[in-house]
């Protein structure tokens, strides 16, 4: 997982270049922030903040999605195909722990 980790954050930190060009142009995305496509089946729109990468649970949630889904996704920017309250509950540990 060590050796995986520098290329998933490097995936995922081109994904996020590409999606704030997308997202200084949707005035419901504040800055230090990006959209995060959410869900198995049908997608769900979330903002979260850029931090959250930083963080090792967030990283390990893009690490599997990567294994499981890789990065290249139709809907752009960051998609993470598992199940919303997967996602909510990573989400809520990691805005308590800040």
């Keep these: 997982m060590g050796i995986r980790l520098p290329s998933m954050i490097l995936n995922a930190k081109n994904i996020l270049r590409k999606q704030l060009v997308h997202s200084t142009n949707q005035p419901d995305v504040p800055k230090g922030h990006i ?15 850029i ?3 930083n963080h090792p649970l967030f990283a390990d949630l893009l690490n599997r999605t ?21 996602f909510i509950y990573v989400t809520s540990r990691l805005h308590h722990a800040s």
Excluded: N, Q, W
Aim: charged content about 30%; aromatic content about 12%.
């Design 51 to 53: 931090s959250y990468l």
């Design 35 to 49: 959209p995060v496509y959410v869900g198995l089946i049908e997608r769900k729109r979330f903002v979260v903040p």
């Design 66 to 86: 990567e294994e499981e889904f890789g990065f290249d996704h139709p809907m752009g920017g960051l998609t993470i195909p598992c199940k919303e309250d997967t």
